[in-house]
């Protein structure tokens, strides 16, 4: 729907790309939801959860989440853990395994601490991604949050089961915008 769209907030804009902060938004400052909830509320304006494929555009979105003091995030980073997934380039899947689901583009591997952000701890005291939840008997962790100091380790990337409720990022869908405005 073109008209749904357009009609969504862009709170800051960089490299091109319009992004929407929920925090930033009085209708949506405390709206918190889980990771696909998530990503249907971008999509259906034109947008996906933030993809963070580059230091810059990284730096920029950790800066909103500073300055909002915000606790965490949602981006569109996933564990490739579906049908298909089973491919040798993906192996081990925490190392390999992990894309930006809003531009299908796949991630350095978790262990390349140079062109990523993983904290190097979380609630076990490992370096993320850890799938700490699923190791203790929970969910497996097949999500990508921010959070921010939550474990005094600064404005980090973790991997967190995705039934949890957050505030999220959403950014401009080149994909999205166009196919909206295809004649039916």
């Known amino acids: 729907n073109v008209s ?31 990771w ?6 971008c999509r259906t304006r034109c947008m996906e959860l933030v993809s963070l494929e580059t230091k810059a555009e990284n730096e920029f979105v950790k800066e909103h989440i500073y300055k909002g003091h915000i606790r965490y995030t949602w981006t569109s980073g996933h564990k490739c853990n579906f049908a298909g997934c089973d491919r040798h380039d993906l192996k081990p899947i925490n190392v390999y395994g992990w894309f930006w689901t809003g531009s299908l583009q796949k991630m350095s591997p978790t262990t390349n601490r140079i062109d990523t952000d993983w904290s190097e701890y979380g609630g076990i005291g490992r370096p993320q991604p850890d799938n700490r939840e699923y190791i203790q008997g929970g969910a497996e962790e097949e999500c990508m949050a921010i959070l921010n100091d939550f474990y005094d380790d600064g404005i980090k990337w973790h991997d967190v089961a995705c039934h949890h409720r957050k505030p999220f990022i959403c950014e401009d869908s080149d994909v999205l915008l166009y196919s909206a405005h295809l004649p039916n």
């Open 36 to 41: 696909s909830e998530a990503r249907e509320f």
């Open 4 to 34: 749904h769209c357009l009609s969504g907030n862009i709170h800051d804009h960089f490299n091109d790309h319009g992004y929407l902060f929920t925090w930033e938004d009085r209708k949506t400052e405390h709206l918190e939801l889980n």
